[in-house]
């Protein structure tokens, strides 16, 4: 099985950085998943992480450690449309490619 | 456009009855999967297949029931049997390659009369 946890929400202000951060504990990694889900409508796929590192996609950052069962998503420039819930989810290495999600972290943008 | 389309968007619900919920893709994916959910809670699996005519159990599968005669659809029926029916539903799809994320449905709101 898979523990994870995340914050259960944050708030930022518009044009700031906010950082939301994912711990996990599993019996063997094969990726990890960062969704962006307004309220009522769909999950939608911000980034992948199955390697050490930092991934920039734009606005959007994410880094993963490994070792440390750790990774987090990093929003540059905050704007009000990104208030939204940011879901973490680990896929581990049994062969359904089916990941686990977390609880998810409420951000709130304010002006 | 390809995507993934679930229907109805709002779904009542009496005591005893089933529902069906709809979730149909055109993005030509192998797999396909139900989740659950719930305020404060992550989403949680419900059935999940990988190929037609083949489906597994997730980690909530009691009072739910599948089936996947066609790679463009998989309805969920939610039973007289599940006890808490009002959720959220999400229905996703996948292309069956490592990195590939899972794709996701509008998601159809279940509620009980």
């Known amino acids: 099985g898979q523990n994870i946890d995340q914050p259960t929400e944050m708030t930022a202000t518009e044009g700031a950085i906010v950082q939301i951060n994912c711990t996990y504990q599993t019996s063997g990694f094969n990726g990890l998943f960062w969704y962006q889900q307004h309220a009522g409508e769909a999950p939608t796929f911000l980034s992948y992480?199955?390697?050490?590192g930092l991934e920039e996609k734009g606005r959007f950052s994410s880094f993963l450690s490994r070792s440390k069962g750790y990774s987090y998503l990093l929003l540059k420039e905050l704007q009000m449309k990104d208030s939204a819930s940011y879901l973490c989810?680990?896929?581990?290495?049994?062969?359904?490619?089916?990941?686990?999600f977390g609880r998810g972290t409420s951000l709130i943008v304010h002006p | 456009d390809g995507g993934i389309t679930q229907s109805p968007k709002y779904l009542f619900r009496k005591e005893g009855q089933n529902v069906t919920l709809s979730c149909e893709q055109n993005l030509n994916h192998d797999a396909m999967y139900w989740y659950r959910q719930d305020p404060g809670q992550g989403l949680r699996l419900i059935y999940y297949s990988q190929i037609v005519n083949d489906f597994q159990k997730g980690d909530i599968a009691e009072g739910y029931s599948v089936s996947r005669e066609k790679k463009e659809s998989f309805p969920l029926t939610v039973t007289s049997a599940q006890k808490n029916p009002t959720a959220f539903y999400l229905c996703?799809?996948?292309?069956?390659?490592?990195?590939?994320?899972?794709?996701f449905g509008d998601g159809t709101r279940l509620s009980i009369l």
């Open positions: 989810a680990v896929r581990d290495q049994g062969g359904s490619y089916i990941p686990t």
């Open positions: 996703a799809s996948r292309r069956e390659s490592s990195n590939q994320p899972q794709h």
């Open positions: 992480n199955v390697l050490d």
